[in-house]
Nanobody
Framework: QVQLVESGGGSVQAGGSLRLSCAASGYTSSGFTFSTDCMGWFRQAPGKEHEGVAGIDAYNGTKYAGSVKGRFTISKDNAKSTLYLTMNSLKPEDTAMYYC???????????????????WGQGTQVTVSA
């Protein structure tokens, strides 16, 4: 059973930066490897739809939501089994609970398809004030 634990959320002013981390464990017994999974960051703000923010596939191909492109960067450290989301130039509209997720046997075309993912973290809150 793969487990994901997010950290790094917090409260910042507009224009500030945060880096979210998602530490993965349990891959040894899963039969899959962290390096070959697709991974994604999603977010949900109160009263809004759950949305894909950034995704990375097994070949390190990346995808970003239009609203964060150029400001957010997704990356992964396979040696540490950790996924990151570096967020710069934060805006109040980035305020949300952020979740990481991992998908075995995924397609790069499905990076923002919620049902493609097998495991989810509990989330970390990001609050951006004006």
């Amino acid at each position: 059973q793969v487990q994901l634990v997010e950290s790094g959320g917090g409260s910042v002013q507009a224009g500030g930066s945060l880096r979210l981390s998602c530490a993965a464990s349990g891959y040894t017994s899963s039969g899959f490897t962290f390096s070959t999974d697709c991974m994604g960051w999603f977010r949900q703000a109160p009263g809004k739809e759950h949305e894909g923010v950034a995704g990375i596939d097994a070949y390190n191909g990346t995808k970003y939501a239009g609203s964060v492109k150029g400001r957010f960067t997704i990356s992964k450290d396979n040696a540490k089994s950790t996924l990151y989301l570096t967020m710069n130039s934060l805006k109040p509209e980035d305020t949300a609970m952020y979740y990481c997720a991992t998908a075995h046997l995924c397609s790069p075309l499905d990076l923002f398809v919620r049902n493609s993912y097998d495991y989810w973290g509990q989330g970390t809150q990001v609050t951006v004030s004006a």
